[in-house]
């Protein structure tokens, strides 16, 4: 669920804020905050990340992190959920 992943990205020590969107994508928002960092799952290339075009052009970065095995915020929520 949404607000569990909030929670669980939120908890992040690296993690300066975290924000829900209605949107299909989050472009509008990534306009409107302008971050100095972007961050995909591995299962993105840079260009079909949504907004990094954007986030570049303005002198920020957008990085792509590789997925650890048994490590995803819907792995983790649903074994705390078993709990």
């Known amino acids: 669920h949404e ?3 909030l929670f669980q990205v939120a908890s992040l020590l690296c993690t300066d804020s975290v924000c829900l969107f209605d949107e ?6 990534i306009k409107l905050i302008k971050p100095d960092i972007l961050v995909k799952g591995g299962d993105y290339t ?6 990094a075009d954007f ?7 957008v990085h792509i992190i590789p997925f650890v ?4 915020t819907t792995g983790i929520i649903d074994r705390i959920q078993k709990l």
């Open 24 to 29: 299909d994508t989050p472009e509008a928002l």
């Open 55 to 61: 986030v570049q052009q303005n002198g920020g970065e």
């Open 3 to 5: 607000q569990d992943r």
């Open 69 to 72: 095995e048994g490590y995803s």
């Open 46 to 51: 840079i260009e079909k990340i949504v907004g």
